[in-house]
């Protein structure tokens, strides 16, 4: 199994406003709104997903908003920090747009030979911008207020909260192909070889902390790439025989995933590359339109009716 998987598909988070979070992610971040459906087991909610152009695998951050829901707490058992990828020498620009949008950030610091900027989202989720010794050549999204050499490139790491990491980290190395790449006291780095971007995970060990729990501005899971639906199985196949509770496989229209918990209590999904967000709509119309599966069309009336203005 080792070699199937090449990084971070994609984030899914929970917000509290679909109006405050489409305006933060595609004005303030710049981002695309590449697919705006809803959520398939709960077609009363939006499901957005942020990305670049294409939406490619490893720059899509995607929310559930579940309008008034209470916040979540971070905590263990999460995935507590995601960090997109900023080319070199933009944490100035960065700063200076935060500071006129009123967003809350600290301001930046070293980390692992890196450029770190952490920063919240309007319901709280922890955010970071990162600038890495190598140059990131993903193509960014382009909007107005944003000069290329300073948009977001995708993800660069996810940071997990664990109790303990060395089953989290066994299943990442011996399964997943990671390896591990640093270390600086309780945060450990894992990097996948088989993947060029978005292929960084930090584990960090918090034996004392207190256990999260998922509702608005946290992380409801994270999802891991694959090429195709074979390299799936044999994901699945073997995390079963590993003894992992695996769901099986689910129609997600633009992809198809699993999903398991991993021993630290973060949700996990193995999710394909293909087919993608062209699958319903030209590239230079994503996003546009509500985009429903087939089976929730006949209810499509309502289910607009139901949908917040955003
Ligand atoms: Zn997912």
Redesign the pocket.
Known sequence: MPGKILGI????AIATSAKNNHEFYTKVLGLRLVKKTVNFDDPGTYHFYYGNETGEPGTLL?FFPWEGIRRGRLGTGQVTAVSYSVPKGSMKFWLDRFGRYGVIYNNPSERHGEEVMVFVDPDGLKLELVSGPEEDDRKPWLVDEIPAEHAIRGFHNAALTLEGYEATARLLTEEFGYVKVAEHVNRFRFENPNGRHANKRDLVCLPSGQRGSVAGGSV????FRVANSEDQMEVRERLVGLGYNVTPRME?NYFK?I?FREPGGVLF?V?TDEPGFAIDEDVSELGRSLKLPEWLEPQRKDIEKALPEI
């Open positions: 598909h994609h984030i899914t995607t409801h899971h994270i999802a997600r995933s999903y999904e999710a």
